[in-house]
Structures are given as C-alpha cells and as structure tokens.
C-alpha cells in the first residue's frame, strides 16, 4: 500500500473506520460495506481481503470476551450473550459449503449467484421493515439459506447478510450480534488458513494505521448497538431490515456497474 497517494490513504481510513462502525453497530456487513468502496480506490482485493479478515478476528472476539465479562459482573446467574445451541447446529450445515467455496471446487458465475442472493436478502429486508418478517418453519429452507450463505462466504464476502436472514428468525435479538460474531471468527478463520496456504501477504505493516481507525469506528459502534438493542423490537428489526436492504442494493449496485 506504499505506492498509493495521500488522498487515497486518507479514503482507505476513513472506509476502515466506517466498516469498524457497521460491523460492531449492526453484527454484519461490515466487510460488505466496505470492500467495494475500497476496490474504488484501489482495485486490488487481495491487498484489502486480509486486513479485513484480521479486523474481524480482533474486534469479534474483543466484543463477545467484554460483553460476557460485563454480564459475569452483573449476575453470574445470566446466560452467555451466545446462542451456542443454535451456532453449532447451523455450523453442521455450514462447514462443507464453506470449505467447497473455499477451495474453489465449484465455478458458478459471480455476477448471477450475487444477484441472486441480494434479491434473495432484498426481499427478506422489506418484510422486516413492514414488521411482517418471515417466520420459516422448514427446516429445508432455512439449511438453503444458511449452506449458500456459506459457500459464498468462501469464495468471497457477500454471505453474511443471507446467513443473517435465518439467524434474526432462530436467534434472540439481545443474542444476535455476539452469536453472529463467534461465526464470523470461525468462517474467517478458516479463510485465513486458506490465505496462509496460498502465500497471500497478511499486510502485517498496515494493520499499525489501520487498527486504530477500525477501533474508531468499532467504538462508536458499541454505542450505536447499546441503543439499538434497548429499543422497540420493532425499531430493531426495521433498522436491521432497512440495512440488509441498502447493503443488497449497494452489491447489486457494485455486480452490475
């Protein structure tokens, strides 16, 4: 990232600090929001793919480890802010996808699985808003969702939101952020294993400007979500559906353009 100008070191920051808000903010889309912005000013994904996965791993497990303390702090009789139970269920579904995608054993178009897949959220997004969101009792449906959100995880950075649409049905929304960040950490976990494997640079000297402005955006975003989780249930949903929905629009907005 050395040849790049200052005007176009100052964007990548100023994308670090907003991607650090929407991931810790919301619990998702904080590498979807901020990859296409980043390739904007400089099209190079493997340059920016690492650091992300780093930030993630960091401020994932900073969150879930605060929150837990917190609550062990207040009342050692309360549960963990993680659905374990539904993790490691949705986790059966999801490993081997995510490992095919990984891998790369199957070629399906990118433009036509993304389009799909936004369409697929956009949809799901609006009845949230509406506050007439999809209660799916087909287990069938649901193990769809989660193993395409898987695959695309692998090969790429735009499953979170699809995987978010069957968790905000399983997952108690108090529950929602930290279960999706443990998740997050094993998904990524296994794409930094891969990155490794493929001698890919970690980018290792620009985590010492970047961190810092990610924490920025991460500790705005702690506030963000204290408000958005005490609100109306209501007016969670209709935020979280309202951001699938414009997180659906800006990739299909990025696939086509």
């Given at each position: ?166 968790y905000m049905v399983h997952v108690a929304r108090e529950k929602l952020r930290d279960t999706l960040f443990v998740l997050w950490f094993i998904l990524v976990s296994i794409k930094m294993v891969a990155f490794l494997i493929a001698g890919v640079d970690l980018q ?54």
């Open positions: 990232m050395a040849d790049l100008s200052l005007t176009q070191l100052i964007l990548v920051l100023l994308i670090f600090v907003w991607s650090g808000f929407v991931r810790t903010g919301l619990g998702f889309g904080g590498a979807m929001m901020a990859l296409p912005l980043l390739l904007l000013v400089d099209n190079r994904p493997l340059v920016y793919l690492p650091i992300i996965a780093v930030h993630l791993l960091i401020f994932s497990t900073l969150t879930v480890w605060q929150n837990n303390r917190k609550r062990a702090a207040t009342d050692e009789k309360k549960s963990s802010t993680v659905d374990w139970v539904y993790l490691k269920k949705s986790l059966k579904i999801m490993i081997i996808p995510k490992l095919i995608g990984v891998a790369g054993l199957l070629t399906i178009p990118a433009n036509i699985m993304s389009a799909i897949i936004f369409v697929i959220i956009s949809v799901y997004s609006i009845t949230y808003i509406l506050n007439k969101p999809f209660k799916s009792s087909h287990p069938v449906s649901d193990g769809i969702f989660l193993s395409l959100g898987a695959y695309i995880s692998g090969t790429s950075l735009i499953g979170a939101p699809l995987i978010m649409t069957v290792l000297q620009a985590h010492v400007w970047l961190l810092p402005a990610t924490a920025i955006g991460h500790y705005f975003g702690l506030k963000f979500h204290a408000r958005l989780v005490s609100a109306d249930p209501v007016i969670f949903y209709r935020v979280i559906g309202s951001a699938l929905l414009f997180v659906s629009a800006f990739g299909l907005f990025s696939v086509y353009r």
